[in-house]
């Protein structure tokens, strides 16, 4: 057996747009229910949600049948986090919060194999079909996608060098821990913020490094998709389903002559 292809790596690197989508509902009953939807990639959340390695496993092993490669956001950039979500067999990862060149170093070290790398070597993982893929070992440090987040506007102002860094293959702005780091917590959206994040971005892309985002405003998303934003995610499944079920009573509220509380 031969490990197959990453998807999503594959498209980033040849620039095709991804669109995605952020699963932060600790359940794998949940992860299907969005994985079936078809977006090209899940961001499968750990730093903002009430997971852990167990959970993350459900929801990979929910969203594998469906097509969408899964991404996931450890907590930290913690060697040991990685090495065991690699094993269980996470396509790619999302790292929090990298602030250096340094860091974002670290972060590609703990995706590779020595001699290129620190993770650690296990046998039967499900990584690679408990040891049925035989050329697991040759081909991982490639297919696994690394991705490195600038949340700040010291990253931002390094967010070139920090994409420039071999085996880093995406650079993702976090637009709403930039803002609350520019003194405009909430205010995400603001022109001030994506004042800021754009001409980063743009130097990234004149580069060739694929740039993401999660913005929940659709509009907005397939605008940065229009322009040149390689991988964009468009929406949370807690906000979907809390929105559906606020229209929901909305609309049953109206008919009856109730209002929403």
């Known amino acids: 057996m031969k490990m197959v292809t990453n998807a999503f790596l594959a498209a980033i690197r040849e620039g095709r747009p991804q669109v995605g989508l952020w699963v932060s509902m600790a359940n794998n009953y949940s992860a299907e229910v969005v994985a079936s939807a078809g977006y090209d990639w899940l961001l499968v959340d750990m730093e903002h949600s009430p997971s852990d390695m167990n959970t993350v496993l459900g929801q990979l092993q929910a969203i594998a049948p469906h097509g969408s490669t899964a991404i996931v956001r450890p907590p930290w950039n913690d060697t040991v986090m990685v090495k065991r979500l690699l094993d269980v067999g996470a396509p790619g990862l999302l790292f929090p919060m990298v602030q250096s060149v ?9 995706c590779r194999y020595p001699p290129n790398g620190v993770r650690g070597v296990a046998g039967s993982i499900r990584a690679n079909n408990f040891g049925r893929i035989t050329d697991y070992y040759a081909n991982a440090d490639d297919q696994t996608a690394v991705i490195v987040q600038v949340e700040s506007r010291s990253a931002v102002a390094q967010a070139l060098e920090i994409g420039q860094v071999d085996g880093v293959d995406g650079v993702f702005f976090g637009p709403a821990d930039i803002a609350a780091d520019m003194g405009l917590l909430g205010k995400h959206m603001s022109d001030d913020v994506w004042n800021l994040i754009l001409p980063a971005a743009r130097k990234l892309m004149n580069a060739g490094i694929p740039v993401g985002t999660l913005v929940t405003d659709p509009d907005f ?19 979907l389903l809390a929105k559906g079920a606020d229209a929901l009573l909305a609309q049953m509220r109206a008919a009856t002559g109730k209002e929403t509380t």
């Open 102 to 110: 340094d860091e974002a170093q670290a972060a590609v070290a703990a």
């Open 221 to 239: 998303a397939q605008k940065l998709l229009a322009e040149d934003f390689t991988f964009v995610a468009c929406g949370t499944d807690t906000n």
